[in-house]
């Protein structure tokens, strides 16, 4: 990490430090688009590592560009920094057809997204129910091959950052657990379905608002 430049120029330099790294996955990953890249507010700073806001810049009428974010507390390891852009990297590849890789709260990180990571060489463990598959890192500390040119050029020019250094946790494997909830199915075959907990549908049985018919376990095949 360089430490010849003033302390008041580390915002800019981290940035571009920043973008040209993504730049480089761009290459290395053709579907990844442009993105405004920026440092994680303050306010987040001890909440998340980075995160991926779709669409919120405005250019033109007919334009929008994609917000990633990176935490200044990771500027001490590239290895973690290069993690971080790799899962929103993920995010912003999967935004056009899969909203991200997340569920409809955007807080459930889908299969999708666990796919699409390793296929990038990102590993990814589910971590619990809120979040999915969201707990991505590098195994051992192990940086892919394909990865290091633009690991050592992070090492060279992202500046230090803010005070406490942290490090992003492995990746510990953990089986998802059982879903508590049943999906139904409309019993007409109209294109909706829901998902009811166990226990609640217990209760009595659901009916659809639209058809007037009851929702079902789908069947095989369905």
Known sequence: MSRKSSVWDRGGKAARALERAWDEL???????PKVVMLIVDVGARWQRFGHFAPACWRFRKEAEAHEVAINPRLFHSAE??????LHESVHALL??????????????????FRTTCVDM???????????GYVHTGWVGGEVPERYWDILNALKKD????????VRVPE??????????????TCDCRC???????????????????????????????T
């Open 80 to 85: 973690d920094v290069l993690a971080v852009l």
């Open 158 to 165: 992202l500046p230090f950052g803010v005070a406490p250094s």
């Open 171 to 184: 990746p510990v494997h953990r089986e998802p657990p059982e879903s508590g909830h049943t999906r139904l």
């Open 191 to 221: 294109p909706r379905s829901i998902y009811v907990n166990k226990r609640v549908l217990k209760q009595g049985k659901v009916r659809c608002d639209r058809c007037g018919v009851l929702f079902r376990r789908p069947r095989r095949g």
């Open 95 to 112: 935004w056009p057809k899969h909203n991200g890789g997340c569920g409809a709260t955007r807080y459930y990180h889908r299969k999708i």
């Open 26 to 32: 761009r290459k290395l990953h053709p579907g990844i």
């Open 121 to 131: 060489g990102l590993p990814c463990e589910f971590l619990n129910r809120r979040y």
